[in-house]
């Protein structure tokens, strides 16, 4: 069985932009879902809306692929499937490592989705000696002590750094000299890689500050929204109450008793 270790995804041989390689997930579990629900063929416009992108740029992405679809009758769900999943090396195994076994380390321990998407949980490493030998997701914990060995010997090119911040630099580096060439890194803190390695970070309390940035903005829309009803109510009522006085508007108003935006001179 082909390894992580003895080729990488061709996507950057062939000139692929990065900004399409990671919509390409978003595409892959779209079709994912259509092709479990038995559906043959799919429109770039149904497709770009389950995805969440506009249609343009959906099949903009596909033409590095070399797929345009058949006009009339849509894109092949099956073979869009086999051909992001090949593009995206998910026809292969990839084993991968996850150092780190605490809470968060443990919940990805035994998340399912990663055997159904090309990917093998090879080792699980913590640097606590009372884990050693706990099976978690059915699979026994090894001390970092391991580290090394267990990347040589299941060819491991990917691994997750679940650590705490202050440990995660360190383990990085241990797992980059040992050969490892993708990290995916759950720690609260910016790894520093050589050139060949990539990094993707997930830092969830970053995504949490952006949604409370986002949330904040909203309240701040409503608040103006019912701030400038009530001004113009205001003005209203003062309108109502002069006319009925007899009073003309004032000759810096205009008709209705709003202050004109060019005043004369």
């Known amino acids: 069985m082909a390894t992580g270790r003895t080729h990488r995804p061709a996507t950057r041989s062939r000139g692929i932009p990065e900004a399409t390689v990671a919509r390409l997930p978003l595409y892959l579990r779209a079709l994912t879902a259509l092709s ?9 416009e149904e497709l770009a809306a389950a995805a969440g992108v506009n249609s343009a740029k959906l099949r903009k992405d596909f033409s590095y692929l070399g797929s345009y679809g058949t006009r009339g009758v849509g894109y092949d769900v099956e ?11 998910l026809t292969q195994d990839w084993p991968v490592v996850i150092v780190g076994i605490g809470n968060l380390g443990a919940a990805l321990a035994n998340y399912g989705g990663f055997a159904s998407r090309g990917f093998r949980v090879a080792a699980l490493i913590d640097a606590d000696p009372a884990m050693a030998g706990k099976p978690v997701a059915g699979i026994p914990v090894q001390h970092t002590d391991e580290l090394e060995k267990i990347i040589q010997d299941e060819g491991v090119s990917i691994g997750v750094i679940a650590t705490p911040a202050g440990a995660a630099q360190q383990v990085c580096e241990r797992l980059v000299a040992a ?3 993708s990290i995916l890194n759950f720690a609260p803190t910016v790894l520093s890689v050589p050139d060949g390695v990539d990094v993707r970070k997930v830092d969830l309390s970053i995504e949490l500050q952006i949604l409370a940035f986002h949330e904040q903005r909203k309240a701040g829309e409503l608040a103006a929204g019912a701030v400038v009803p009530a001004a113009a109510s205001r003005q209203e009522t003062a309108a109502r109450r002069g006319a009925a006085a007899g009073r003309e508007p004032a000759a810096d108003q205009g008709p209705d008793g709003d202050v004109p935006a060019v005043m004369p001179t």
């Open 36 to 44: 479990e629900r038995s559906v043959p063929t799919v429109s770039s």
């Open 79 to 89: 073979y869009l499937v086999y051909q992001i999943s090949r593009e995206l090396g």
């Open 179 to 181: 050969g490892v060439t």
